[in-house]
């Protein structure tokens, strides 16, 4: 692993995935159980940000900060890429400090989601 270093996931978030993750989550707001008037069943948000959170789990990164901002809804079968740069690095004799940022990008190449994080990965 090098700064530098881009690591992408892309995901496809269904209407089935978005109402289990309300279940599961609790957050079952109208517009996670309801279709808008466009038909389109928004996803939540920390739904959304467990696209960068599965690419830290790969790393086995363990997060101590983590910023999440939400820029554009997603809706099921939209189809999202999630794009992780490692920002800084720092090995000490039993873990490295790894810095991150990412952006998340539906299909028309609007950006959805960024932030940022930090934390360790242990050797």
Same mark, same amino acid.
């Given at each position: 692993?090098?700064?530098?270093?881009?690591?992408?996931?892309?995901?496809?978030?269904?209407?089935?995935?978005?109402?289990?993750?309300?279940?599961?989550?609790?957050?079952?707001?109208?517009?996670?159980?309801?279709?808008?008037?466009?038909?389109? +069943? *928004?996803?939540?948000?920390?739904?959304?940000?467990? =696209?960068?959170?599965?690419?830290?789990?790969?790393? #086995?990164?363990? &997060?101590?900060?983590?910023?999440?901002?939400?820029?554009?809804?997603?809706?099921?079968?939209?189809?999202?890429?999630?794009?992780?740069?490692?920002?800084?690095?720092?090995?000490?004799?039993? +873990? *490295?400090?790894?810095?991150?940022?990412?952006?998340? =990008?539906?299909?028309?190449?609007?950006?959805?989601? #960024?932030?940022? &994080?930090?934390?360790?990965?242990?050797?």
């Amino acid at each position: 692993m090098n700064v530098g270093d881009v690591i992408t996931w892309k995901r496809i978030f269904t209407e089935d995935d978005i109402r289990q993750f309300g279940r599961f989550s609790g957050d079952e707001g109208i517009h996670h159980i309801q279709t808008d008037d466009q038909g389109r +069943l *928004m996803a939540q948000g920390l739904l959304t940000a467990t =696209l960068p959170t599965k690419i830290g789990g790969d790393l #086995n990164f363990i &997060a101590w900060d983590m910023t999440f901002t939400f820029l554009r809804p997603v809706f099921a079968n939209d189809a999202i890429e999630c794009r992780v740069t490692i920002t800084a690095l720092h090995e000490t004799q039993d +873990l *490295m400090h790894v810095s991150s940022k990412w952006t998340c =990008l539906n299909e028309r190449c609007k950006e959805v989601m #960024n932030g940022h &994080a930090v934390g360790f990965i242990r050797r």
